[in-house]
């Protein structure tokens, strides 16, 4: 008697499960009926609702749409996950699918790279949903999604000015195809759309700045191209005992041209790179910072040779890093991360990496990270000469043989470059003041503007005015900075030799 009211039970919850199952399904035909009258797509919704079989005596209440359904699904998922859903994923061509399936079974199969050292296969992280299966070839192999760069250390000869992309075989023949990420990580894993964040910050521009685009800065050039250019030219010659360098630190003034150092380095080295800022690897979601910075590293050397610059450093680690009591859990692990994988990038000499940093407040950086870049180069305001070449770059020969010119000079010590440019924009501009005047007040006006040849400088009085207006914004800090290079360089050293 007790089987048979087991058995009566377990039969009616089955029924009612099936029948809610049931109405669920039916439900759903209404939803996507109602969403597609919404839009307008009245054909296609009149035809499910005749092949569903579905009465016109039924409708959707009130509250509730097929939007408000995966709204509902997409907060949920937030809410547990902190990440938004992923509904659709990319499928392969046509063309793309043929190319498969004209290869070699071997060369088919996908391998599960994508997971990282210690991580199972059951890891959320580590295996998507498209490879579970391995008779399904079509559903595993990947379009190939490589993030393309163009070279931005080509240039056509005898070309002068910035690269224009108007001819579209030059541009073509110029783009070079990064490795795509399905080498790295699997398609549909969270690392994998943090690599695709992340490669976004490699530079794909022309940024036009050559080596004999800087003025001076002759030791900082040197030692860039000796941690950038040789070692790709002549590559023999670190097969021995000792590598080029792999951690750089410009340090100096604001204004001095570190970032345009940066620039050359991107513009003429035939090296990956990376233009990193604080939200490149920052997050404010736990956890998420230390994920940024490793899939940041494993790019690098996955995309190696490649250069990881970071524009005002001391954001990241500073000076009282070195007291954990003075920084919250997430900086502490932030940093802890940020060392590490640094030590792990520099400490392998056959990496071809080099981590490039620059800042403003060297003596706010955290010993650590000092440690980790071992070259350190002060990039100073301009001497006498090189003051000079910057304005001769402005100025007219007029200009140039007067004895002002002369004085000027003198007076723009401690100017630094972007001072220097600062105060020949200055004089400009009360140049072409005039000008505007009579082009805007003075219709019988006419004049042609590229004859008057309006570019450079005219007058030596624009530039005195413009002297007494623009003033130098490091000249009280350079002693300061002059002061740090005697401790933490080699500078000192080598006076005493």
Known sequence: MADSILSRSIHNARDKEEKREQERRRNLLYLIVDFLKEQRFTECADALAKEAHLSKDVKLCDNIDLDIVLLEYSDYYYAKYQRYPKICKKVESAVESNFVHNQPKKERTVKNSGRLDGQSSDDKFGKSKSSTSENNTGSEIEPIFAPIVTPIFQRPKNQVGDVRLGNNVESLENERILKPLQGLYESGTEWREIAEMI????????LNVKWEDIYGLEECKETLKQATVFPIKYPEVFSGKFSPWQGILLYGPSGTGKTMLAKAVATECNMTFFNITSSSIVSKWRGDSEKYVRVLCDLAKYHAPSVIFVDEIDWTVTKNSGSSSTLSEPARRFRAELLARLDGLLSNEKSRILFLAATNMPWDLDVALLRRLEKRILVNVPDSS???AILVHYVSDVVRAQHQFSQLIIHTDGYSCADLKLLCK????????????????????????KSKQTDTIHSMKYLMDALAIVKPIAKDVVEKYEAWNKVHTEDNLKKKI
């Open 199 to 206: 490669a976004k910050e490699i530079v794909q521009t022309n």
């Open 386 to 388: 090189i003051r000079e």
């Open 426 to 449: 200055e004089a400009w501009m009360r140049q072409v003041k005039k000008l505007f005047y009579e082009l805007q007040n003075n219709p019988s006006f006419s004049v042609d503007l």
